[in-house]
């Protein structure tokens, strides 16, 4: 099945960037969305950020404008481009695939990579 693994996360000062990436393995199913949510200590996880499978974006308002999510389908890769990054963006970055087969629609994370945004 799908394997999803992150990169890219570290330690960065508020108003810097970082660009974190997702490769999947296994078998790829074509009609997809990927997406990256986050989630801070205490709190829920969130919506970052959505690109399906036909390009198609979507962004939380929290990002609009500092964040972009884009694929390469050639790599089964996903990345997501963080500029002027706050303490308020600290948090475990997580990549998502939902898989939209004809009966059994599937869900798979990555195992996570931390962002903290501090100085």
């Known amino acids: 099945q799908v394997q999803l693994v992150e990169s890219g996360g570290g330690l960065v000062q508020p108003g810097g960037s970082l660009r974190l990436s997702c490769a999947a393995s296994?078998?790829?199913?074509?009609?997809?969305?990927m997406g990256w949510y986050r989630q801070a200590p205490g709190k829920q996880r969130d919506l970052v950020a959505t690109?399906?499978?036909?390009?198609?974006?979507n962004y939380a308002d929290s990002v609009e404008g500092r964040f972009t999510i884009s694929r390469d389908n050639a790599k089964n890769t996903v990345y997501l481009q963080m500029n002027s990054l706050k303490p308020e963006d600290t948090a475990v970055y997580y990549c998502?695939?939902?898989?939209?087969?004809?009966?059994?629609?599937?869900?798979?994370w990555g195992q996570g990579t931390q962002v903290t945004v501090s100085s």
């Open positions: 998502n695939r939902k898989e939209f087969r004809p009966s059994t629609p599937t869900d798979y």
């Open positions: 690109v399906s499978s036909a390009g198609s974006t």
């Open positions: 296994g078998s790829i199913f074509r009609l997809d969305i």
